[in-house]
C-alpha cells in the first residue's frame, strides 16, 4: 500500500490541496496551504511541499499495489 496526491492538468499544486481538504470536518484548507508555504520555503519543490503538508495533515490519498485508490477504512460509516 502507498499513498498519493493527484493534480489535476488544469489545477495548481495549491488547488490541488484546496481540493483534497474541501470535504474535511475539522482540516481547514488555510491550515494545510500553510503547511504547504513552510515546506517551500525550506526548500521543497511544489509537488513535494504539497505531499508533505497532505501527508502532515493526513489527507493523502491510499493506493494498492496496481495504483488503484483504496476507501479509507476511518470513513466507514455503516460501522457504529
Do not use: C
Not at 484548507?29 to 511544489?46: A, H, I, K, M
Amino acid at each position: 500500500m502507498g499513498l498519493r496526491i493527484t493534480k489535476r492538468e488544469s489545477e495548481t499544486w495549491k488547488q490541488a490541496i484546496i481540493r483534497y481538504t474541501r470535504g474535511s470536518r475539522y482540516i481547514a484548507p488555510s491550515d494545510v496551504l500553510n503547511s504547504y508555504e513552510l515546506f517551500r520555503r525550506e526548500g521543497q519543490n511544489e509537488a513535494n511541499a504539497a505531499y508533505s503538508a497532505l501527508s502532515e495533515w493526513d489527507m493523502l490519498d491510499s493506493v494498492d499495489e496496481d495504483g488503484d485508490t483504496m476507501p479509507d477504512p476511518d470513513l466507514d460509516i455503516g460501522i457504529l
